[in-house]
């Protein structure tokens, strides 16, 4: 498709008095990792909720693969995948069992569900039963199953949350895969670094406003500083100096830290999405 | 709706279904209630008397002994035999009828007759056999009995207190699996979130339901045949009583649409059963006390499916005779059915706010 697969327009929902969701407005395009980071509470499940057709809209349009998600429309869930932050697996099943009722539920036959569960370090594990699982195992599981039908947007509540480095890893990998083979992904997450990683851009959402829709890299030139802090020991003493990239004499003065004797560290002091975060809400994501 | 993904949800169901404490409940109890009521009020570990017979000489007697129902004749190969197990306590009581023997009852010669006791056999048994034979007896000798036995029965005119039992028990298997299973594979789905797993592929919460209504009206229907072969009341109208178990398990089973669509979590599911179990089973109760007024009974709204299954399968009506009472069953299912569209409405926005 050609348009976004993902588009939110002006969209609110209200759970009683309480507005959850105030008139956001964002797009996601095929291919394209879209992270949406916000506190507990922020609205991102609400958001989520609303595009894959569990909540209706109070106000707005959300369109799902040009599709209004308003209408109860199974066109819709054909072509989506969600990996919910809970681990709603089938116990009593298998992980291929589980695998191979979620392909059913789309009319699917013949999915290879090996497959699958090689690309989540499972393949081994594809007769055990899913209360015999690990967290970091059910994770995985929940993302293949989320994967099961080719999804052509996915949804994932922090897929990785909680997990070891290596099931993270390899979580991030099929992530990464699933975007260079054309699914938008809209991943919320609590690891900042994650999501500089994983995000083509971030959304940050907070009491069900967005503040800012951008690259992690336009977001950090915007709010980061643009200098170095050298650090070095003179005289028995650690000094910190910080030096401008964009003075004059920055070439000259980054020659004298460099050369200079007792160099401990130079690092740039480029802001962190999180300390973006609560520049701009006030608050943490925690 | 897509029968095809009712069918997926519904085979789902049926392969998690005997790991699934309900369904085993469900299956597993109305069979122990059954024996249960079969050694506390009937005879199961009672064998029918066992009389053997050596006839030595081609007598009426035999025939007309094999004739009868409730005694289990044998011909043991002859009299040596035939001591041996009676003392053995295998057979109850022996009879030897010697050659010629109906002919010389015929002329009263008074033939001998040798009957053997076993010394282990209940003295019921002993009296029913010892009844019986001379009842035989006097039948070969062609004499009319002596006397005309007028039968009074103190039970009013009711059945047995084991056959009034059958409709507690049929409906403890209708209420089990067309009720509880129904409801519990649903809030099983809602508590463990796998039903919002379910709902955001192409599965709408109404084929969810459905598949959960088919799966404990299947159980139900399979329960309560089950439950009135094993209480030898499957009645005398094959048809009529396959209608009245599929409405009675159909009825169950929209009640357990209406539980399943009503409670949030397990917790809410039996208090609201605990709270409103009477209005199921309080029919049922009636049969037990005959001297109630039995007019009470038809306040409860199951009553319309649990006494035509009652006249069906104990007292031999056909569908004819009942038709009516199903018809105001299959009334009060579609007005479930009706609360259960409007439940599940509601049940869908607590979903997605949850």
Not at chain 1, 42 to 59: F, H, M, N, R, V
Not at chain 1, 221 to 231: N, P, Q
Not at chain 2, 347 to 354: G, T, Y
């Amino acid at each position: 498709m050609s348009g976004p697969a993902i588009e939110v327009d002006g969209v609110s929902y209200a759970y009683g008095d309480r507005e959850a969701v105030k008139g956001i407005s964002f797009k996601v395009a095929p291919g394209e990792v879209l992270g949406f980071l916000g506190p507990n509470g922020a609205g991102k499940s609400t958001t989520i909720k609303i595009l894959t057709g569990q909540l209706p809209a109070k106000s707005g349009v959300a369109r799902v693969l040009g599709r209004d998600v308003r209408r109860d429309d199974p066109e819709i869930q054909r072509h989506i995948g969600v990996c919910f932050e809970e681990k709603n697996l089938y116990e009593g099943m298998t992980a291929e069992e589980n695998l191979k009722f979620f392909a059913s539920l789309f009319g699917l036959k013949g999915v290879d569900t090996t497959r699958l569960l090689e690309r989540v370090g499972l393949a081994d594990r594809a007769k055990t039963r899913v209360a015999g699982f690990s967290k970091g195992m059910r994770q995985r599981l929940m993302v293949a199953r989320a994967l099961v039908n080719q999804p052509m947007v996915l949804f994932l509540d922090e897929p990785t949350d909680g997990l070891d480095p290596v099931s993270s890893k390899a979580i991030r990998g099929l992530i990464e895969e699933e975007a260079r083979r054309g699914a938008a992904v809209l991943l919320t997450t609590h690891d900042m670094w994650e999501a500089d990683e994983l995000s083509h851009r971030v959304a940050f959402i907070n009491e069900g406003q967005l503040y800012a829709v951008d690259t992690p890299e336009s977001l950090k030139l915007r709010y980061g500083k643009r200098s170095v802090k050298v650090r070095a020991r003179v005289g028995g003493e650690v000094v910190e100096d910080s030096v401008a990239l964009d003075a004059e004499d920055t070439g000259e003065r980054l020659k004298e830290a460099v050369a200079a004797e007792g160099l401990l560290t130079i690092h740039t002091e480029e802001a962190t999405l999180e300390s973006i975060f609560i520049q701009m809400t006030g608050r943490g994501l925690d | 709706m897509s029968a095809s993904r009712i069918l997926t949800v519904f085979r789902k169901d049926l392969k998690l279904g005997p790991r699934s404490p309900i369904f085993l409940y469900a299956v597993i109890l109305p069979v122990l209630m059954t024996f249960v009521v079969q050694v506390a009020f009937t005879s199961l570990f009672e064998p029918a008397p066992r009389l053997g017979i050596v006839d030595q000489g081609g007598s009426e007697l035999a025939a007309a002994a094999e004739a009868l129902d409730g005694i289990a004749v044998s011909h043991p190969a002859g009299d040596a035999e035939l001591r041996r197990l009676v003392e053995a306590n295998d057979l109850d009581a022996g009879l030897v009828l010697p050659p010629g023997f109906d002919d010389d009852l015929r002329a009263g010669r008074q033939p001998e007759l040798r009957f053997y006791i076993g010394g282990e056999s209940l003295a019921s048994t002993r009296v029913i056999l010892t009844v019986t034979t001379l009842d035989l007896v006097r039948v070969v000798e062609g004499r009319a009995a002596p006397v005309e036995v007028v039968v009074e029965d103190f039970g009013g005119g009711t059945l047995p207190l084991s056959a009034r039992l059958v409709p507690l028990i049929v409906m403890y298997a209708l209420v089990m699996a067309g009720v509880f299973l129904t409801a519990f594979a649903v809030v099983d789905e809602r508590e463990k979130r796998t039903l919002d797993a379910l709902i955001v592929t192409p599965v709408r919460l109404g084929e969810v339901l459905l598949a959960k209504a088919l799966l404990g009206f299947v159980v139900a229907v399979a329960m309560a045949l089950v439950t009135l072969a094993l209480n030898d009341a499957l009645g005398g109208s094959p048809a009529g009583l396959l209608v009245t178990v599929v409405v009675a398990a159909a009825m169950s089973t929209a009640l357990g649409l209406v539980f399943a669509t009503a409670a949030r979590n397990t917790q809410m599911l039996f208090a609201l059963i605990k709270g409103t179990g009477f209005l199921i089973v309080g029919p049922v109760i009636f049969y037990l006390f005959p001297e109630w007024p039995q007019w009470i009974a038809r306040v409860f709204p199951t009553y319309w499916f649990i006494d035509p299954l009652y006249r069906v399968a104990l007292e031999g009506a056909g569908l004819g005779d009942v038709w009516w009472e199903l018809l105001v069953a299959l009334a009060l299912t579609l007005a479930a059915l009706g609360a259960v569209v409007a439940l599940a409405r509601r049940m869908e926005a607590r979903l997605a706010a949850e």
